[in-house]
């Protein structure tokens, strides 16, 4: 099984601040790489597909990149519903796995 | 506007049974891989069980042999029948569609979620 990482846990940052989020696979996953957001009491939102692919309506501040094993989400400046939990998802031969989530909250 | 709504949840005894829904709307579901996602309490994410367009099915090493996922294209439905429930099943389970055709990796609808509480 793939074991996704990211880093870090707790992100502490201020409306306006970049924030960068990283995801680690334990072995290569290519491209097959998703972002998500999730608020509390509220379903996951897809932010990126494919690494570096803003899913429809996703605001632009929001980008991802990498491939392999490490990969980027970053939010250029950061509005006040930014703030949430962050998961990333990989897919290898139709299974998938999840990171452990890196929480951004206000500073 | 597309939409996923869960339901079948509740309180089940450990070595019960259950099975969810998750009725499809607003896009044509046969054409669409789907997948079960779960959140344990204050917890992440863990993919359960996906299943293809031509029925092809595959599972999570912790639900496998106990979980099976089906769906009914006629009704939009998909489903997820839970045998042996043990107390670490609980969670909320969300159906969420695959984004697009082959190779991509993401999902882009989801439901409400599901509470299923495994407890005597």
């Known amino acids: 099984e793939i074991v996704l990482t990211q880093s870090p846990a707790t992100l502490s940052l201020s409306p306006g601040e970049r924030a960068t989020l990283s995801c680690r696979a334990s072995?290569?996953?290519?491209?097959?790489l998703a972002w998500y957001q999730q608020k509390p009491g509220q379903a996951p939102r897809l932010l990126i597909y494919?690494?570096?692919n803003r899913a429809p309506g996703i605001p632009a501040r929001f980008s991802g990149s990498g491939s392999g094993t490490d990969f980027t989400l970053t939010i250029s400046s950061l509005e006040s519903e930014d703030f949430a939990v962050y998961y990333c998802?990989?897919?290898?031969?139709?299974?998938?796995?999840f990171g452990q989530g890196t929480k951004l909250e206000i500073k | 506007e597309a939409q996923l709504l869960e339901s079948g949840g509740g309180l089940v005894q450990p070595g019960g049974s259950l099975r969810l829904s998750c009725e499809a709307s607003?896009?044509?579901?046969?054409?669409?891989?789907m997948n079960w996602v779960r959140q344990a309490p204050g917890k992440g994410l863990e993919w359960v069980s996906g299943?293809?367009?031509?029925?092809?099915?595959i599972y999570a090493d912790s639900v496998k042999g106990r979980f099976t996922i089906s769906r009914d294209n006629s009704r939009k439905t998909l489903y997820l029948q839970m045998n042996s429930l043990r107390a670490d099943d609980t969670a909320t389970y969300y159906c969420?569609?695959?984004?697009?055709?082959?190779?991509?990796?993401?999902?882009?609808?989801w439901g409400q979620g599901a509470l299923v509480t495994v407890s005597s």
């Open positions: 969420a569609r695959k984004w697009s055709g082959g190779n991509t990796c993401g999902f882009d609808l």
């Open positions: 607003g896009f044509t579901f046969s054409s669409y891989n």
């Open positions: 299943i293809g367009g031509s029925d092809w099915t």
């Open positions: 072995q290569s996953v290519s491209t097959y």
């Open positions: 494919d690494a570096s």
């Open positions: 998802q990989q897919r290898t031969n139709s299974i998938y796995t």
